[in-house]
């Protein structure tokens, strides 16, 4: 770390002034679109511009610091930019800064006496009117629901509104942020914690993605991690939670509402006894939930472990979901009947199990 400026936010920093001319070309067609612009997209427009420009995106994109957890053979269609990578760009100043007041907005919201704490873009005491002319407000929406780890989790949007939902589990971690840096150095100090209970500590400059560690010793039934963010989420993993088990004989499925015991240490029961010893997971993600940092990071343990895992899309596409999960694993949808009995069966087939039934009308009915 140099001059409080944590070290990868420094790699960003690098990153960032090797390639300002493109990342600021990908930063203004962000402000004026509201999508980062894809590879192609960004590589055409570069080669437009100057035929014999030797700029190559994807290289670049590839040269970016990765951040722990991030897998280091992931590539996006996407040039998206985090927070680490904006507050480098003199363009992005503004955008930067009210990042930074949403980010302890979040965190007062937190502490006060809401039932379900949030932000909102009608918040008189947040936006002025000069900002919402401009979409300014819109863009740091665009931001801030990607972010993680953040206070956030969750969120939802209207033509005219949107909303911003305080994660009750993790915004206390982000009191005391006054600057953009201290918010990247916050970031890391908790995937550094979470990844130091999953993979038994890796030093800050390792990535999760690395010799998967062994799973631990146990003489109790093969382990099926079921995975849920979100009440739609929950109500759905609760019916499927029985149709494994029902077909999984001698499985046993960790589902944590159910797995974990009030008196319990729920870190060592989630991580210790359901990450790390599954065999597969099962992650089931909604609209409310899919972006919520514990089904992140759940997800991204196994994956790094390299254990299956068997997303179900419940009221979302694909491409909507963060991460490289959609991209690198086939899930299937909920509406798709054909497509969950074969999931069931190719679950059975991964815990040596030769057959199981396809659901029944009544059990899929209670599924949708």
Not at 42 to 47: F, G, K, S, Y
Not at 160 to 187: L, P
Not at 348 to 359: H, N, R, S
Request: charged content about 25%; some cysteine; glycine content about 6%.
């Amino acid at each position: 770390m140099s001059d409080g400026i944590p070290d990868s936010a420094s790699e960003a920093k690098g990153w960032v002034q090797a390639n300002i001319s493109m990342l600021t070309r990908a930063y203004k067609s962000f402000m004026e679109h509201g999508e980062w612009p894809t590879i192609l997209e960004l590589q055409r427009t570069i080669d437009q511009a100057n035929p014999n420009d030797s700029t190559d995106v994807e290289a670049v994109v590839l040269a970016r610091p990765k951040v722990l957890y991030e897998a280091s053979d992931f590539v996006p269609d996407r040039l998206s930019l985090q927070i680490r990578h904006l507050m480098w760009i003199q363009e992005a100043g503004q955008l930067v800064s009210w990042c930074l007041i949403l980010i302890q907005k979040g965190v007062e919201r937190y502490f006060s006496d809401a039932v379900t704490p949030a932000l909102s873009k009608s918040d008189r005491d947040i936006f002025s009117p000069t900002l919402k002319v401009v979409k300014l407000d819109e863009r740091v929406y665009d931001v801030l629901t990607v972010e993680r780890p953040s206070p956030f989790a969750g969120s939802s949007k209207e033509p005219d509104s949107w909303s911003i939902y305080i994660d009750t589990r993790i915004a206390r971690r982000f009191r005391g942020i006054d600057t953009v840096a201290d918010f990247v150095r916050r970031q890391d100090e908790i995937r550094a914690e979470m990844i130091g209970a999953i993979a038994r500590a890796p030093s800050a400059g390792q990535l999760l993605r690395v010799e998967p560690p062994q799973p631990l010793e146990t003489t109790g039934e093969p382990v099926l991690f079921l995975s849920w963010g979100g009440e739609r989420s929950k109500s759905v993993a609760r019916v499927l939670d029985r149709i494994l088990r029902d077909r999984l004989p001698g499985v046993s499925v960790f589902f944590s509402p159910r797995s974990i015991s009030p008196g319990d240490d729920p870190t060592k029961r989630l991580f210790d006894e359901g990450l790390l010893q599954a065999a597969a997971m099962v992650v089931v993600l909604t609209k409310d939930g899919a972006d919520r940092p514990w089904v992140i990071w759940e997800t991204a343990v196994v994956w790094a472990l390299e254990r299956m895992i068997i997303p179900i899309f419940v009221d979302l596409e694909p491409k909507d979901v963060p991460g490289p999960l959609a991209q690198k694993v086939q899930g299937v949808f909920l509406s798709d009947r054909p497509e969950i009995d074969r999931a069931l069966s190719r679950l059975a087939t991964q815990y040596g199990i030769a057959d199981v039934a396809p659901l029944s009308d009544e059990e899929y009915k209670t599924l949708e």
